[in-house]
T-cell receptor, first 107, second 111 residues
Framework: EDQVTQSPEALRLQEGESSSLNCSYT??????LFWYRQDPGKGPEFLFT???AGEEKEKERLKATLTKKESFLHITAPKPEDSATYLC????????FGQGTTLQVKP | DAMVIQNPRYQVTQFGKPVTLSCSQTLNHNVMYWYQQKSSQAPKLLFH???????NEADTPDNFQSRRPNTSFCFLDIRSPGLGDAAMYLC??????????FGPGTRLLVL
């Protein structure tokens, strides 16, 4: 059965304290690994798509990487406005979402 | 700006009273999806339209129906809402089932 697992469930960081979010996946015939940001009460906002192991993508303080079993979302020198839930999803046919990591960045 | 729009943003209905949620898009995408997301849970796909073809998930209750009258609009009908149907309903669109772009969601409360 296809599955996506994210860790940790919650993460608290001080402003400027870099860290990484993990997304482990077992998705047969993976056709893309997606990262979304979701703010409370809003829809997910697309961040990145990764298609093959070794691929990396960056956007401001965020960098996503992909291996054959995992994806990481690295956050460098986070700011309070980076606080949100980050969702990872693998796609074979449909998107298989993880439960998300809720990030809180304190000033 | 091209976008996905959902109306209303908040909907209160009574137990058993039919309700319709709407989604429109200006992205000219040919695939539209409806997801249900309960508190602190991952979004759960209910169904999607690929062009005019309707694709229902096997575990989507019969209580949930959808209509897509044209490329830009898609509706979610809940025929007899129960308390367990209270959730955020998310509409998403994509071009040929590639990256999905989500709307802001409609939060449904069932009294």
């Amino acid at each position: 059965e296809d599955q996506v697992t994210q860790s940790p469930e919650a993460l608290r960081l001080q402003e400027g304290e870099s860290s990484s979010l993990n997304c482990s996946y077992t998705v047969s015939g993976l056709r893309g690994l997606f990262w979304y940001r979701q703010d409370p009460g809003k829809g997910p906002e697309f961040l990145f798509t990764l298609y093959s192991a070794g691929e990396e993508k960056e956007k401001e303080r965020l960098k996503a990487t992909l291996t054959k079993k995992e994806s990481f979302l690295h956050i460098t020198a986070p700011k309070p406005e980076d606080s949100a839930t980050y969702l990872c999803a693998g796609r074979s046919g449909k998107l298989i979402f993880g439960q998300g990591t809720t990030l809180q960045v304190k000033p | 700006d091209a976008m996905v729009i959902q109306n209303p943003r908040y909907q209160v209905t009574q137990f058993g009273k039919p309700v319709t949620l709407s989604c429109s898009q200006t992205l000219n995408h040919n695939v539209m999806y409806w997801y249900q997301q309960k508190s602190s849970q991952a979004p759960k796909l209910l169904f999607h339209y690929y062009d005019k073809d309707f694709n229902n998930e096997a575990d989507t209750p019969d209580n949930f129906q959808s209509r897509r009258p044209n490329t830009s609009f898609c509706f979610l009908d809940i025929r007899s809402p129960g308390l367990g149907d209270a959730a955020m309903y998310l509409c998403a669109t994509s071009r040929d089932d590639q990256t999905q772009y989500f709307g802001p969601g409609t939060r449904l409360l069932v009294l």
